[in-house]
């Protein structure tokens, strides 16, 4: 029930194009849903991060869209560009005191020129 | 202000070594979380500690697996006898007192057992 399901594993995506990625949770505990980009031999940074409450944020080219009864997330790149190829982990905070985060396997997203 | 520091960042260890990881989390944070990455797998939860303190162990293997934060100088994440399976990155996060911070990760470790 704590798992964090996403999907694509892969994505390739032309330059300028949309770039989605999707994730699924079951456990209705979790309280925060951030998104983590991740660059070869570099350490997960945090990319954006949305609550419950919310079901839409947008910061730049990057929205996360929420559907709480779905139990549904994801992530939107605009006009996806090469400095973009990464993995992206979606994560999800389990409502305790402390911020436990669970991760999804990741999506390894390349974009072509 | 500096991030999340690790050390080291590639450590190679023969079978049944030791491997010592170490991290100490950013200035203010008093929360730190311990992360394993396998080669294409996603990030896996190992251990949540504060000063002095385990909170949360569910995500450590029962055995050769330890860690700690004391009081002073860094986390330190050990792995006894390693076997070539221990080879992962390692990955510390560390987040403030107050609830519903982000966590931030440092650059990892990458353990080699050879």
């Known amino acids: 029930q704590q798992q964090v399901k996403q999907s694509p594993q892969s994505l390739i995506v032309q330059k300028g194009g949309i770039s989605i990625i999707n994730c699924a949770y079951e456990?209705?505990?979790?309280?925060?849903f951030p998104w983590y980009q991740q660059f070869p031999g570099k350490g997960p940074a945090l990319l954006i991060a949305i609550r419950p409450d919310v079901s839409e944020k947008k910061e730049g080219r990057f929205t996360i869209s929420f559907n709480k009864s779905a139990k549904q997330f994801s992530l939107h790149i605009m006009d996806s560009q090469p400095g973009d190829s990464a993995t992206y982990f979606c994560?999800?905070?389990?409502?305790?005191?402390?911020?436990?985060?669970?991760f999804g396997p990741g999506t390894s997203l390349s974009v072509i020129p | 202000n500096a991030g999340v520091m690790q050390n080291p960042r590639h450590l190679v260890r023969r079978r049944g070594q030791e491997a010592r990881l170490r991290c100490s989390p950013m200035k203010g944070h008093s929360h730190v979380y311990w992360y394993r990455q396998l080669p294409e797998e996603g990030l896996k939860f190992m251990v949540y500690?504060?000063?002095?303190?385990?909170?949360?162990e569910s995500g450590m293997p029962k055995e050769r697996f330890s860690a700690e934060f004391p009081k002073e100088g860094p986390s330190i994440l050990r792995i006894q006898q390693v076997v070539r399976g221990d080879s992962a990155a390692y990955f510390c996060a560390s987040s403030p007192e107050l609830r519903g911070n982000t966590i931030y990760f440092g650059e990892g470790s990458w353990l080699t057992v050879v």
């Open positions: 994560a999800a905070s389990i409502k305790t005191s402390y911020d436990k985060v669970i």
């Open positions: 456990n209705t505990a979790f309280d925060y």
């Open positions: 500690l504060q000063k002095e303190n385990i909170i949360d």
